[in-house]
C-alpha cells in the first residue's frame, strides 16, 4: 500500500494537507499535542531526530521540530522496522516542496487513516463499478431477467448494497493497511537472493491462491451457520440468480470477513508487494466473474461461475472461492447441473421450473417458510 499512497501523496495528498493544515500551524500547537503528534508517526526509534521532542517543550524546540521536519528523512538501520514516510528506502519520485509542507506528515498515523479511507471507498466505487458493468454489457446473459427467482428491482438494490457496504467494509479494512505501512508485515519490493529472487515471487501466486481458498472456504461455512447466516449472509443470499452487481452486494461485516485472508497472507508470509496489488484487484475481477451467468468452464477444479450459481440457487453447497478442492474434502460439492452449459436449455421454463422446486425446498430449511424477497417474474412462470 506504501506503493499506491507514494504516488498519491506526491500528485495530490502533500499538496492538500500543505493546504489544509500547513506546517506554520506548528508554532501555535499547545505542548502536550506537539508531543502526542510526534508519538503518531509510530517510528518511536528516529522520533526525536525528526521533531526535537523534549519532556518540557519550549518554543525553541518548536522552532527545532519546525527545521528538522523539512530536513531529508532518516535512513534505516540494519534490522530496523521499516516505516512509511520516516525510513522506508522506496521512493520512486523525487520529494516536491510540499512533501514536508503540513504539519500532518507522510508518517502521521491520523493522515494514513483519512487518506486510506478515501482512496480505498473510491478505489472500491470504481472497481466494482467498472468491471460489472463490463461484465453485464459484454459477458451476462440478459435472459435471467425472466428467471422466476429474478427479485422486482434486483439490479438497483444490488448496487444499493453494494454502494452502501463498502465503506463500512474499507473502514474494518483500513488497519489492515495500517499495520502494513508501520513495518509489520512481511511484504517487501526487493528481488535478490536475501527474498528468494524471482522464482520466489512465482512460487508466491500459487501458495497465495491455496491459502486463501482454504480460509474463505472455512469462513463461507461459519457465514451459513444459522445464527451467522441470519444476521451476516443473508442480505448476500438474497440474490439467488445474480446479476454481475450481486458481487459485492454483502453485508458489509460479511465482505470483511471473507476478506481477511487477503490480509492475514501478507502478515504470515513473504509476498511481493506488487504481486499483492495485483492479486488484490484480480479477486474483485474474480468476484464479478464468478456472478455473472457465464458458464464457460465444466473443469471440475476450477470453482467457476457455475458452481458459485449452484451456490446461490442451493445455498449449502460449492462454498469455496477458487477451487472445488475444500468443497470436495468438506462434502459440500455439488457439480453444476448440464443444462447451466446448454444455452437454450439454461433459458427453458422446465429447467427453471425444476431450480425453483430445489431452491424454495433448500431455502425453507434454511430461511423457514415465510420468504423476504419480492420476485419480479413469478407469475411469467405460472403462465408458461
Known sequence: MDIALEILDTFVFDKVYAKLL??????????GYLKTLGHLTGANNTMESLFGIAPNVDQASKNHWLRTVNDSIALARPGERLVYGVNAPLHFFDETAYTYASILGRSNIIRQFTTLMILMILFGWGLYLSVASFSYYFVFDKAIFNHPRYLKNQMSLEIHQALTAIPTMVLLTVPWFLIELRGYSKLYFDVNESTGGWKAIIWQIPCFIM??????????????????YKRLHKPHHKWIVCTPFASHAFHPVDGYAQSLPYHLYGMLFPLHKVSYLILFGLVNFWTVMIHDGEYLSRDPIVNGAACHTVHHLYFNYNYGQFTTLWDRLGGSYRMPDKE?????????????????????????????????????????????
Open 22 to 31: 500547513p506546517i506554520s500551524l506548528v508554532q501555535h500547537l499547545p505542548d
Open 211 to 228: 491459502f486463501t481458498d482454504c480460509c474463505i472456504y472455512f469462513i463461507h461455512r461459519w457465514l451459513h451457520w444459522p445464527s451467522v
Open 340 to 384: 447451466l452449459f446448454d444455452k437454450n436449455k439454461k433459458k427453458d421454463v422446465k429447467t427453471w421450473r425444476s431450480q425453483v422446486k430445489q431452491a424454495d425446498s433448500i431455502r425453507e430449511d434454511l430461511e423457514g417458510k415465510e420468504d423476504f424477497r419480492e420476485y419480479g417474474t413469478e407469475e411469467k412462470l405460472k403462465s408458461t
